[in-house]
Nanobody
Framework: QVQLVESGGGLVQAGGSLRLSCAASGRTFSSAAMGWFRQAPGKDREFVAAGRWSDGTLRYADSVKGRFIISRDNAKSTVYLQMNSLKPEDTAVYYC?????????????????????WGQGTQVTVSS
C-alpha cells in the first residue's frame, strides 16, 4: 500500500521560511504527479502547488507564486515545498497528494479529485 508522509511543519514568524517534506513509501513515483494543498480552520482545502515530473511542469496558486517552490528528490522518493516570506494567512494544515493519472493532470492539478493518494497533513502556523 502506498503511503505519503508529510513532515516539516511548525511555528514560524511572519517573513520566515519552512520546508515541508512528503515522503512516499510502498512504490516509486518517478512517473507520478504530486501536489500540495492546504486547509485553514473553517475553510475548504485549497490548492497550493503541484508538479508533473515526467516533463517538469509546475503549477502554483497565485497566492503563493514567487514565495513557494515545489521540488522533488527522486532518489529519496520525496517531494518538498519550500515556503519563503511566510504570512499569517499561510497558516493551515498542509497535505501532499499523488496520482498516476498524469495525462489528465494538467486539467485537474488544482482539484482534490485530481489526486488518488493523500498524506495525513502537517500543521504550519505563522505568527504575526
Amino acid at each position: 500500500q502506498v503511503q505519503l508522509v508529510e513532515s516539516g511543519g511548525g511555528l514560524v514568524q511572519a517573513g520566515g521560511s519552512l520546508r515541508l517534506s512528503c515522503a512516499a513509501s510502498g512504490r516509486t513515483f518517478s512517473s507520478a504527479a504530486m501536489g500540495w494543498f492546504r486547509q485553514a480552520p473553517g475553510k475548504d482545502r485549497e490548492f497550493v502547488a503541484a508538479g508533473r515530473w515526467s516533463d517538469g511542469t509546475l503549477r502554483y496558486a497565485d497566492s503563493v507564486k514567487g514565495r513557494f517552490i515545489i521540488s522533488r528528490d527522486n532518489a529519496k522518493s520525496t517531494v518538498y515545498l519550500q515556503m519563503n516570506s511566510l504570512k499569517p494567512e499561510d497558516t493551515a494544515v498542509y497535505y501532499c497528494a499523488a496520482t498516476d493519472r498524469t495525462g489528465s493532470w494538467i486539467f485537474q492539478y488544482a482539484r482534490e479529485t485530481g489526486y488518488d493518494i493523500w498524506g495525513q497533513g502537517t500543521q504550519v502556523t505563522v505568527s504575526s
